[in-house]
């Protein structure tokens, strides 16, 4: 048994499309992750409270624990590759304006949380269809 499943993971990391797939979602998992730290180190900048920052960290637990089951299935149900797509453009635009926000003046606290958690939301939608899609880019065992 374990023998098959070494084969299995060898095969499976001698696959392009999973091997960029896979350095693609950790590097957008990554950076959504650090981007929701440092602004809670923001939060925790511009207040001093340990308290604000320990809301900010846990805020985004609320859309993960709402909107995962809807995330499932709307990656079962909509084109995955679209998704995904879409889903970053999302990000990136929304990261954009918040970036354009902040140029001129510090960003509230109102408008950090509704950063994190519009990046939480984003980052939700993405998991479902990311998780289901690895079918449709490693081709099946003959």
């Avoid at 511009?46 to 320990?54: E, H, P, R, V, Y």
Wanted: hydrophobic residues 55%.
């Amino acid at each position: 048994m374990k023998q098959d499943k070494k084969l299995n993971i060898r095969s499976l990391l001698r696959n392009k499309n999973y091997v960029r797939y896979w350095f693609a979602s950790a590097i957008a998992d990554a950076a959504s992750n650090i981007l929701q730290f440092v602004l809670a180190l923001y939060v925790l900048d511009i207040t001093g409270s340990a308290g604000q920052f320990a809301v900010i960290l846990s805020v985004v637990v609320v859309p993960r624990l709402i909107l995962m089951p809807f995330s499932g299935l709307a990656g079962d149900r909509f084109p995955r590759m679209k998704m995904m797509m879409a889903l970053t453009l999302i990000n990136a635009g929304f990261l954009a304006v918040f970036f354009l926000l902040g140029q001129n003046q510090s960003l509230s606290i109102a408008a950090v949380y509704v950063l994190v958690i519009g990046l939480e939301i984003t980052e939700v939608f993405y998991a479902g269809p990311s998780s289901a899609i690895i079918p449709d880019i490693v081709a099946p065992k003959k």
